[in-house]
C-alpha cells in the first residue's frame, strides 16, 4: 500500500507542478512549497479520497502537512 500511495500522490503533484517529483527530499516538502494553491490541494484531497476510499477530515490536511504526511495518512486509513 506505501508504494501505491506514494506512486499516487507524487504523480498527481506531477501534474499540478512543474517539480520533478521524483527528488528524493520531495516527500518531506510542505504542501505550501510544492507549488499548488488551495484548489489544487483540495482536488487532489477529492481524488485520493476516491481512489483509496478514505476520508480526509477538515483538518486532516493543512499548507504545512508535508507530502510524506498526506502518503502516511492513507496508508494508515486504507492499509
Known sequence: ???RARSFV???LSEKTDRNTN???FVNCRL???GIDSLDVMELL???EDEFDVRF?????TAET???QVIDFIVAKAG
Open 1 to 3: 500500500m506505501q508504494n
Open 10 to 12: 507524487l504523480d498527481r
Open 23 to 25: 527528488e528524493a527530499d
Open 32 to 34: 505550501s512549497t510544492t
Open 46 to 48: 477529492t481524488e485520493i
Open 57 to 61: 477530515e477538515d483538518t486532516t490536511v
Open 66 to 68: 508535508t507530502v510524506q
